[in-house]
């Protein structure tokens, strides 16, 4: 049974600072996504199994930072600078089987940005 704990969300002030962690059951690609009232949900960053291959959307890109502990099969999302913009549910989620879609998804953790 694959399972995804999120923790670290909470109310921030802009420009402020959060981790996010998602803890897993196994070593698999994984993926942070959000979704804010109203809007579909969004590609945020993700990483490959061993961490070598990153890639980030336009709208974090040098402020957001993702990592592994692979020790401990725990993926963290350093939050910097953050925005009102960035209010949102932020998702982690697995490819556990499939190569090209994320199967398995966590339960979500609020992020709120206050102006």
């Known amino acids: 049974q694959v399972q995804l704990v999120e923790s670290g969300g909470g109310l921030v002030q802009a420009g402020g600072s959060l981790r996010l962690s998602c803890a897993a059951s196994g070593r698999y690609v994984m993926g942070w996504f959000r979704q804010a009232p109203g809007k579909e949900r969004e590609f945020v960053t993700n990483?490959?199994?061993?961490?070598?291959?990153?890639k980030y959307a336009d709208s974090v890109k040098g402020r957001f930072i993702i990592s592994r502990a692979n020790a401990e099969n725990t993926v963290y999302l350093q939050m910097n600078s953050l925005k009102p913009e960035d209010t949102a549910v932020y998702y982690c989620?697995?490819?556990?089987?499939?190569?090209?879609?994320?199967?398995?998804w966590g339960q979500g953790t609020q992020v709120t940005v206050s102006s």
């Open positions: 989620a697995a490819k556990v089987v499939s190569l090209y879609e994320y199967d398995y």
């Open positions: 990483i490959s199994r061993g961490g070598a291959t990153i």
